[in-house]
């Protein structure tokens, strides 16, 4: 095959959840309500977060904010194509936006990891040396950090587009999955991927497993000071709290991990789509949950919101 007719291929097909229409129907509704109340809850935080001048000034919920923000447009890179795919028979991609896809959807996952690490370590210093947090976490390394998070994961991402934006592709242009991901893609291109597929490999352990380990230790740390606290029901509530933090990011960790830290050769599609929705779909709705439900500051500043609005 010529490199005229490997140039000719200008889009792709989604596979996405092959089924009858009446399923199709049900996932489009179960999808549409995850990014409904995705957006609505991250947008409802934000603006609870800008409104109340006490937690505005707190690198928390500067962080939170961030990961807030993050959220939606982590979800609106998948979600919204993935709808729309679900009204109609043939679901195509075109070879330049399957290539922007890639990019944004791993620009914004790296940027979630080394925004979970920077949130870990903010706790870790708010409950592990909490007389020296104001001095430690100040407002010039929270804002340093947050945009030292969103610059190393667009950066970052660079390293998997280029390789992805070279790829020849020769025979079936079929993905099997929802959206495109760097795997599926590799998948079905007749370029020599050997060496592709040892870049991706090297910057998934590095980037995932460092991240993983700065994060797993800043919960370390803040689990044995909680544990060394005099038993009640402070150190019963702070317990709680973190366990539900570490809960949601272990399961966006471990799915991530199984997903990209294998070779490809290692790959079972059907099985990978489904585990995709856990950090694509449901994991973004379970954040902000979880960072918010517990918080007696943003449930407050919450309720004053609500209060004056109504009021007004």
Request: charged share 10%; net charge positive.
């Amino acid at each position: 095959m010529t490199l005229i007719n490997q140039s000719q291929l200008t889009e792709f097909i989604l596979i996405g959840f092959p089924s009858n229409k009446n399923l199709q129907v049900l996932l489009f509704m179960v999808f549409l309500s995850f990014y409904i109340l995705t957006v609505t809850t991250n947008v409802f935080i934000i603006g609870t977060v800008s409104l109340d001048p006490k937690l505005k000034r707190s690198p928390m919920y500067v962080f939170l904010s961030h990961f807030s923000f993050l959220e939606i447009w982590y979800t609106t890179v998948t979600i919204p194509k993935m709808l729309v795919d679900f009204t109609e028979d043939t679901n195509t991609i075109s070879h330049s936006g399957c290539i922007v896809q890639i990019y944004f959807f791993f620009s914004l996952g790296l940027t979630e990891l080394f925004f979970l690490a920077a949130m870990a370590y903010d706790r870790y210093l708010a409950i592990c040396h909490p007389l020296r947090y104001n001095s430690l976490m100040t407002s010039k390394l929270c804002n340093q950090l947050s945009i030292l998070s969103w610059l190393c994961g667009f950066f970052s991402s660079f390293l998997l587009v280029i390789p992805s934006s070279r790829l020849l592709f020769c025979g079936p242009n079929t993905i099997n999955h929802f959206f495109c991901d760097f795997i599926p893609l590799l998948n079905i291109s007749c370029t020599e991927i050997f060496i592709i597929d040892k870049i991706f490999y090297s910057i998934a352990w590095i980037i995932i497993l460092y991240s993983f380990l700065l994060t797993i230790t800043s919960y370390y740390c803040i689990i044995m000071t909680i544990y060394r606290l005099p038993f009640g029901t402070g150190r019963k509530k702070a317990f709680s709290t973190c366990v539900s933090h570490l809960t949601v990011v272990l399961t966006f960790y471990g799915t991530i991990i199984f997903m990209y830290i294998r070779p490809s050769k290692q790959y079972a599609f059907n099985i990978d789509k489904v585990v995709s929705i856990f950090y694509a779909v449901v994991i973004p709705l379970l954040n902000p949950l979880v960072y918010t439900i517990r918080n007696r500051e943003v449930k407050k500043a919450m309720r004053n919101m609500i209060m004056k609005n109504c009021i007004s």
